[in-house]
């Protein structure tokens, strides 16, 4: 079964299962779904936790002979096994030991986020049978107003929509600050419902964001978020070169996209994708590549190409602005 971090509790708090998957890119929600989940295992009697990396060299044997004891003559334990990537060798030792998970065992696998092909796979669809999958991914856009109105709500503290899209701006791409400022906010007007004066007094600005993000708001042609994210980009000192051959590189592929579906239904295109992508990136090529045509990403990629020259030759402001023109092509109507 799959599970947002936030409903862990109520799917564990009765009985643990057999195994617990926890696979994305956002520390904070792993750490914290670890957290959780060792408290209440203890309270089941789960008093022993052995870890095991599966990168590389890993004993086989003493996982094995975890898997094989038996709780009449000790006690019940987590085995935590934690994998950086799905190697043919990993995952091949996932299937062997599934068969032998047991009600003495909690079998807790963590690693990144994963792809659709990797879910796919026999190890990951076994073992998701047999227990929790839970996405510790960060929350995308849009899902990140109810992530923050529910962080607030369990603090005891109520806001509105203006106070929650404050936050948003501000937290979007650190949770674990969002979650120290929120924690302040607790103590400086506990039990209350936030103004925006008291928030804008109150936080220190935390937001973060990746070139991905900042594509992805270009592709979605969401004018607002795509400059915000691109003047936070700058102001951290972000190099221009790394800016440009980023969209540059999305470009591209776009184009190609363009250039085949004149032959071939894009959703087919997409779906056959490799590496596979996801549905919100499918969505986003497919809105883009309404939006542009293949005449005007080739005028774009070629614009990339001439700053890419421009900023090696010289790395002045009026390159900065380039870029920007560049970008508003993205959401212009």
């Given at each position: 079964m799959r599970i947002y971090p936030e409903q862990l509790m109520q799917h564990i708090k009765q009985q643990l299962p057999n195994c617990i998957l926890l696979f994305g890119d956002e520390a904070l929600l792993t750490l914290e779904a670890q957290d959780l989940i060792q408290k209440v295992a203890e309270t089941q009697?789960?008093?022993?936790?052995?870890?095991f990396s599966l990168d590389g060299n890993f004993d086989k044997d003493e996982i094995y002979a975890h898997l094989q004891s038996l709780s009449l003559f000790s006690e019940k334990k987590i085995l935590h096994l934690t994998l950086s990537k799905t190697s043919k060798e990993n995952t091949a030792f996932l299937r062997?030991?599934?068969p032998l998970l047991n009600a003495d065992i909690l079998l807790l696998l963590q690693g990144p986020k994963l792809n659709s092909q990797q879910m796919n796979g026999v190890w990951f669809k076994t073992?998701?049978?047999?227990?929790?999958?839970v996405t510790t991914n960060a929350p995308t856009t849009q899902r990140f107003p109810q992530w923050v109105f529910q962080r607030l709500k369990v603090l005891e503290l109520q806001a509105n929509k203006e106070v929650v899209d404050f936050l948003c701006i501000h937290f979007e791409g650190n949770l674990l600050a969002a979650k120290q400022e929120f924690e302040k906010l607790a103590l400086l007007y506990p039990k209350q419902t936030l103004n925006l004066h008291q928030v804008e007094q109150s936080i220190t600005t935390h937001n973060h964001f990746s070139l991905f993000q900042w594509v992805d708001s270009l592709l979605a042609g969401d004018k607002n978020r795509s400059q915000r994210i691109y003047q936070q980009l700058q102001a951290e000192g972000t190099e221009l070169l790394l800016l440009s051959a980023t969209l540059g590189s999305e470009i591209q592929k776009l184009l190609k996209l363009s250039y085949q579906s004149k032959h071939t239904?894009?959703?087919q295109l997409l779906n056959q994708h490799q590496p596979k992508l996801w549905a919100s990136?499918?969505?986003l090529i497919t809105e883009v590549l309404t939006r542009l045509n293949s005449?005007?990403?080739?005028?774009?990629?070629?614009?990339?190409?001439?700053?890419?020259?421009?900023?090696k030759v010289e790395n002045s402001s009026d390159n900065w602005l380039t870029l920007a023109l560049i970008s508003s092509t993205f959401y212009q109507t």
């Amino acid at each position: 079964m799959r599970i947002y971090p936030e409903q862990l509790m109520q799917h564990i708090k009765q009985q643990l299962p057999n195994c617990i998957l926890l696979f994305g890119d956002e520390a904070l929600l792993t750490l914290e779904a670890q957290d959780l989940i060792q408290k209440v295992a203890e309270t089941q009697g789960y008093l022993e936790r052995f870890s095991f990396s599966l990168d590389g060299n890993f004993d086989k044997d003493e996982i094995y002979a975890h898997l094989q004891s038996l709780s009449l003559f000790s006690e019940k334990k987590i085995l935590h096994l934690t994998l950086s990537k799905t190697s043919k060798e990993n995952t091949a030792f996932l299937r062997e030991i599934t068969p032998l998970l047991n009600a003495d065992i909690l079998l807790l696998l963590q690693g990144p986020k994963l792809n659709s092909q990797q879910m796919n796979g026999v190890w990951f669809k076994t073992l998701e049978k047999q227990g929790l999958f839970v996405t510790t991914n960060a929350p995308t856009t849009q899902r990140f107003p109810q992530w923050v109105f529910q962080r607030l709500k369990v603090l005891e503290l109520q806001a509105n929509k203006e106070v929650v899209d404050f936050l948003c701006i501000h937290f979007e791409g650190n949770l674990l600050a969002a979650k120290q400022e929120f924690e302040k906010l607790a103590l400086l007007y506990p039990k209350q419902t936030l103004n925006l004066h008291q928030v804008e007094q109150s936080i220190t600005t935390h937001n973060h964001f990746s070139l991905f993000q900042w594509v992805d708001s270009l592709l979605a042609g969401d004018k607002n978020r795509s400059q915000r994210i691109y003047q936070q980009l700058q102001a951290e000192g972000t190099e221009l070169l790394l800016l440009s051959a980023t969209l540059g590189s999305e470009i591209q592929k776009l184009l190609k996209l363009s250039y085949q579906s004149k032959h071939t239904l894009l959703p087919q295109l997409l779906n056959q994708h490799q590496p596979k992508l996801w549905a919100s990136k499918q969505a986003l090529i497919t809105e883009v590549l309404t939006r542009l045509n293949s005449e005007k990403l080739e005028q774009l990629l070629l614009q990339c190409a001439d700053l890419e020259i421009a900023v090696k030759v010289e790395n002045s402001s009026d390159n900065w602005l380039t870029l920007a023109l560049i970008s508003s092509t993205f959401y212009q109507t």
